[in-house]
């Protein structure tokens, strides 16, 4: 017997509530990608390598936006350590990059300082003319300040999320996942069902990976949960799906929930699996061994001129300026039946967006107990202005230390004295309100008017006796 094939939806509105659902999920998860990096899928063409193109594009960013680029003469100094926390390459891949570029003539290296340190200089010039030659375009001196310019020699850029890939095992599965995420989001919105056609031409043609490239990261992004392909119709075409609950669960750091949420690749609920188990017999050669790293991203440091050998902590600040995909509109995140600075019970700092605060409770739900105490040290670290990374990465590093043992409130301590303080007042302030309230009830009353009324006349016979020379009359 013949299995019954999945259909696929092409409109949403016979499922308002799963679209609303899928809208709050992207509106919750895109605060916990963090910043994005703009990838040039051009240089691809260029370099024939997506990890050099990606390294390249990373030092075209530095070398336009990077500080004391002019006084340095265009170098940069940047660690390994750095290079993995922006773009998510390992030493190895960082190295056989770099040799890429070398090649190309279009990166040049040197040691400095004691102890020596690695600075780097794109040769734009280089870069400009084997740019210009790969469009058909006359090399011509290009000024690379000029943005309007460059971006036409770069064409359009895509958004990677760097923490995707620690989630896929990789930058191939990394920059797979960010730009089927940005789909995703762009079919939601147009109200179509969050499948998405996923042929390997398309995806060679938007980011360059190649065929077994793409099956390796479809693959890993599979044994993680997070990526579910169906065939159908005839011919038969492959179509492919983001699982929005268990991205949402790597990203806070709830594996344990995303396990129980796993789909393998022969799941039924996968449909018609196109990533087979490999049959007895079979080589494994073609398996990855790059596994899912179960450490969160190392938290971006604060901010110091990066020109010298000092810097080696990262300057946040100086990501990507163009944003490629456009941030969650707040009025489809707010939920209008709750308060907009509250979570349930716990008090989240004001300057938090709509997104964030959905973002926030996900990451507070490993630490509970001690919730209040990290929301209230992220609200005075921000009203300090000590935060120079976005508020949810500086969240996240105070709940690694709170799992471990190692969070001690410090500034929070003022805010929370401060809330109680404030608590304590409106209660006074209360009190005294339904003390007022009481008062004016009493007063209200018949028999409170009754003698009032009396009280009154009282006072009129008095008046009007005096203003006749005669004694006032005695009550009995």
Same mark, same amino acid.
Request: with cysteine; glycine share 6%; charged share 25%.
């Given at each position: 017997?013949?299995?019954?094939?999945?259909?696929?939806?092409?409109?949403?509105?016979?499922?308002?509530?799963q679209?609303?659902?899928q809208?709050?999920?992207?509106?919750t =998860?895109?605060?916990l *990608?963090?910043?994005?990096i703009?990838f040039? !899928? $051009?240089?691809?063409?260029?370099?024939?390598?997506v990890? %050099?193109?990606?390294?390249l594009?990373q030092?075209?960013y530095?070398?336009?936006?990077g500080?004391?680029?002019?006084?340095?003469?265009?170098?940069f100094?940047?660690?390994?350590e750095?290079w993995?926390?922006?773009?998510?390459?390992?030493?190895?891949?960082?190295s056989?990059a770099r040799?890429v570029?070398?090649?190309?003539a279009?990166?040049?290296?040197?040691?400095?300082?004691?102890?020596a340190r690695?600075?780097?200089?794109?040769?734009?010039?280089?870069?400009?003319?084997?740019?210009s030659?790969?469009?058909?375009r006359?090399?011509?001196?290009l000024d690379w300040a000029d943005g309007a310019?460059?971006a036409?020699l770069?064409g359009p850029?895509?958004?990677?999320h760097?923490?995707?890939?620690?989630?896929?095992?990789g930058v191939?599965a990394?920059?797979? =996942?960010?730009?089927? *995420?940005?789909?995703t989001?762009l079919?939601? !919105? $147009?109200?179509?069902?969050e499948?998405i056609?996923?042929s %390997?031409?398309?995806?060679?043609?938007?980011?360059?990976?190649?065929?077994y490239e793409?099956?390796?990261?479809?693959?890993?992004l599979?044994?993680a949960?997070v990526?579910e392909?169906?065939?159908?119709?005839?011919?038969?075409r492959?179509f492919?799906?983001?699982?929005l609950?268990?991205l949402?669960?790597l990203?806070?750091?709830?594996e344990?929930?995303?396990?129980?949420?796993?789909?393998?690749?022969?799941s039924?609920?996968?449909g018609?699996a196109?990533?087979?188990?490999?049959q007895?017999g079979?080589?494994?050669?073609?398996?990855?061994?790059?596994h899912?790293s179960t450490k969160?991203?190392?938290?971006?440091r604060?901010y110091?001129?990066?020109?010298?050998?000092k810097t080696a902590?990262?300057?946040?600040q100086?990501?990507t300026?163009?944003?490629v995909q456009?941030?969650p509109?707040?009025?489809?995140?707010?939920?209008?039946? $709750?308060?907009?600075?509250?979570?349930?019970?716990?008090?989240l700092p004001e300057?938090?967006?709509p997104?964030e605060r959905?973002?926030?409770?996900?990451?507070?739900k490993p630490?509970?107990?001690?919730?209040?105490?990290?929301?209230?040290?992220l609200?005075?670290r921000?009203q300090?202005r000590?935060?120079?990374?976005?508020p949810l990465a500086?969240l996240?590093?105070?709940?690694r230390r709170?799992?471990?043992?190692?969070?001690?409130?410090?500034?929070?301590?003022?805010?929370a004295?401060a809330?109680?303080r404030h608590?304590?007042?409106?209660?006074?302030?209360?009190?005294?309100?339904?003390?007022q309230?009481?008062?004016?009830a009493?007063h209200a009353?018949?028999?409170r008017?009754a003698?009032?009324?009396?009280r009154?006349?009282?006072?009129?016979?008095?008046?009007d006796?005096?203003q006749?020379?005669?004694?006032?009359?005695?009550?009995?």
């Amino acid at each position: 017997m013949r299995d019954r094939e999945p259909r696929i939806v092409t409109s949403a509105d016979d499922d308002p509530w799963q679209s609303a659902q899928q809208e709050r999920a992207l509106a919750t =998860l895109w605060p916990l *990608l963090g910043r994005h990096i703009a990838f040039h !899928r $051009r240089l691809v063409d260029l370099t024939a390598n997506v990890k %050099a193109a990606l390294l390249l594009s990373q030092s075209i960013y530095w070398t336009r936006h990077g500080r004391d680029i002019a006084q340095t003469g265009g170098w940069f100094l940047k660690t390994t350590e750095q290079w993995q926390m922006e773009t998510g390459l390992s030493a190895r891949e960082q190295s056989a990059a770099r040799e890429v570029l070398r090649e190309l003539a279009i990166l040049n290296e040197q040691r400095v300082g004691i102890p020596a340190r690695l600075h780097f200089r794109l040769c734009v010039d280089e870069l400009g003319t084997l740019l210009s030659d790969g469009i058909g375009r006359p090399s011509v001196r290009l000024d690379w300040a000029d943005g309007a310019a460059v971006a036409e020699l770069l064409g359009p850029s895509l958004a990677y999320h760097r923490r995707l890939a620690g989630i896929g095992g990789g930058v191939h599965a990394g920059l797979l =996942l960010s730009r089927a *995420l940005h789909l995703t989001r762009l079919r939601v !919105r $147009r109200q179509l069902r969050e499948w998405i056609g996923s042929s %390997a031409d398309m995806w060679t043609e938007q980011i360059g990976l190649t065929r077994y490239e793409q099956e390796i990261a479809r693959r890993n992004l599979a044994h993680a949960g997070v990526w579910e392909e169906v065939r159908i119709g005839t011919p038969r075409r492959l179509f492919a799906r983001i699982r929005l609950d268990c991205l949402l669960a790597l990203l806070a750091g709830d594996e344990s929930a995303n396990a129980n949420r796993m789909v393998l690749p022969y799941s039924p609920e996968c449909g018609i699996a196109t990533i087979n188990i490999r049959q007895k017999g079979e080589t494994s050669m073609r398996d990855s061994h790059i596994h899912v790293s179960t450490k969160m991203p190392i938290q971006f440091r604060q901010y110091r001129p990066y020109s010298f050998d000092k810097t080696a902590n990262l300057h946040i600040q100086g990501s990507t300026r163009g944003l490629v995909q456009q941030p969650p509109t707040r009025e489809t995140i707010a939920d209008e039946g $709750r308060s907009q600075r509250r979570g349930g019970d716990l008090i989240l700092p004001e300057s938090l967006l709509p997104e964030e605060r959905a973002a926030a409770l996900l990451l507070l739900k490993p630490c509970a107990q001690q919730a209040q105490a990290l929301l209230d040290e992220l609200s005075a670290r921000m009203q300090a202005r000590a935060v120079h990374t976005s508020p949810l990465a500086y969240l996240r590093g105070m709940v690694r230390r709170a799992l471990t043992g190692e969070f001690v409130p410090e500034l929070g301590q003022r805010v929370a004295a401060a809330r109680r303080r404030h608590g304590e007042e409106l209660i006074l302030r209360q009190q005294h309100e339904a003390e007022q309230q009481r008062i004016a009830a009493e007063h209200a009353t018949p028999e409170r008017q009754a003698r009032l009324a009396s009280r009154r006349a009282e006072m009129r016979q008095i008046a009007d006796a005096m203003q006749a020379g005669r004694p006032p009359e005695k009550r009995s």
